[in-house]
């Protein structure tokens, strides 16, 4: 098995969790409610995020509903809460290279990434 593939099917395991005490905000604009089950919740976050843009937030690439995850624009480990405005979804590749990130420092490891690849392409 390539590196490529392992890495893909690691970041479609990664899971996507919510407080215990689920943002009371982010249940109504799903129209849920907090005695629901926890997955019955996220299923309709998602439906929710991918009915306004069928698309990964990063890489803007059209995705098929399962091929995209939920993630926090904002990680819960740098403050990022469980509101619909931190929450996004993001297709495996992406999810894999934001990791722990934020969206902005993300944003920049991919432009340095960009340079140092025009950069190598320069030596030749
Ligand atoms: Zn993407």
């Known amino acids: 098995m390539n590196s490529a593939k392992v890495r893909f ?4 395991h990664q899971d996507f969790k919510l407080s215990d005490r689920i943002d009371e905000d982010l249940l109504e604009t799903i129209g849920a409610t907090q005695e629901m ?8 976050i998602k439906e929710y995020l991918f009915r306004r843009g069928k698309a990964c937030a990063l890489c803007k690439k059209t995705q098929h509903r399962k091929k995209l995850s939920i993630n926090h ?3 819960k480990s ?13 297709c ?5 290279l934001k990791g722990d990130k934020t969206m902005l420092e993300t ?4 432009r340095t990434q960009k340079n140092k690849i025009k950069q190598e392409r320069k030596k030749y």
């Open 9 to 12: 099917e690691k970041a479609q």
């Open 37 to 44: 089950p926890k997955g019955a919740i996220v299923d309709m």
């Open 73 to 75: 624009r904002i990680p």
């Open 78 to 90: 740098k403050g990022g809460r469980d509101n619909i405005e931190n929450l996004q979804l993001l």
């Open 92 to 96: 495996a590749r992406c999810l894999e």
């Open 107 to 110: 944003r920049k490891k991919i």
